[in-house]
């Protein structure tokens, strides 16, 4: 079975410093991975995902997460904060072993304040 | 490019009343997804179809049923609605099953249960 923990539920940070969003994951399989953001009162949108070709995902709008397989981690990342990222962020798993079923974290509320 | 369209947007419904969400994609996917999304749960799926014709329930399947008649549409229906299923619905493709396969995301119906 797989499940995903993102360890923060809501996170604040000032506009123009660093952002970390914490995700571990558990699967079975050799996992796929993915963060999605979604805006308020919007669909959710692909971020970046994780391919197995590097460790180091670079996604949209700046943002990147890096593969830690020794550390079951997916942390999401980005260097200075901008107003316009103040989202909900979902990690998220997929199940390679039957129906590409993705599995959610239950998200992070990142708040970006002046 | 509509991608993933999901009617309606919004609907309020009355205990025991039943209706009919429908997801619509015009990207040739084989695999479609119905999930809720509650507040500080992420998405949970319901559930999904990895082909015409074929239906599988996911992780929250109980008080819904789907259909999957043509390639391009997956309904969702609710025979006799509950206030428990009061919630955020979105429906979601992917291509095909494989490694870091995108999902893409309908923009959501919000149902209210009174």
């Known amino acids: 079975a797989q499940s995903v923990t993102q360890l923060d539920s809501h996170v604040s940070v000032s506009e123009g410093t660093p952002v970390l969003l914490r995700c571990n994951y558990s699967?079975?399989?050799?996992?796929?991975l993915f963060w999605y953001v979604q805006h308020p009162n919007k669909g959710l949108q692909l971020l970046l995902k994780y391919t197995s070709a590097a460790t180091l995902v670079k996604g949209i709008n700046g943002f990147e997460a890096e593969f830690k397989k020794s550390e079951t981690s997916f942390h999401l990342t980005k260097p200075s904060a901008h107003m316009s990222d103040a989202a909900e962020y979902f990690c998220v798993v997929s199940d390679e072993g039957g129906g590409n079923k993705l599995t959610f974290g239950t998200g992070t509320q990142l708040k970006v304040e002046l | 490019n509509a991608g993933v369209t999901q009617t309606p947007k919004f609907r309020v419904l009355k205990t025991g009343q039943s209706m009919t969400l429908l997801c619509a994609q015009d990207?040739?996917?084989?695999?479609m997804y119905w999930y809720r999304q509650d507040p500080g749960m992420g998405l949970r799926l319901i559930h999904y179809?990895?082909?015409?014709?074929?239906?599988a329930k996911g992780e929250v399947p109980d008080g819904y049923n789907v259909s999957r008649l043509k390639k391009q549409n997956f309904l969702l229906g609710l025979e006799s609605a509950a206030p428990s299923q009061t919630s955020v619905y979105f429906c979601a493709s992917t291509p095909f099953a494989g490694p870091n396969t995108e999902a893409f995301f309908g923009q959501g119906t919000r149902l209210t249960v009174v």
């Open positions: 179809s990895v082909g015409e014709g074929t239906t």
């Open positions: 699967s079975s399989y050799s996992p796929s």
């Open positions: 990207m040739n996917h084989e695999y």
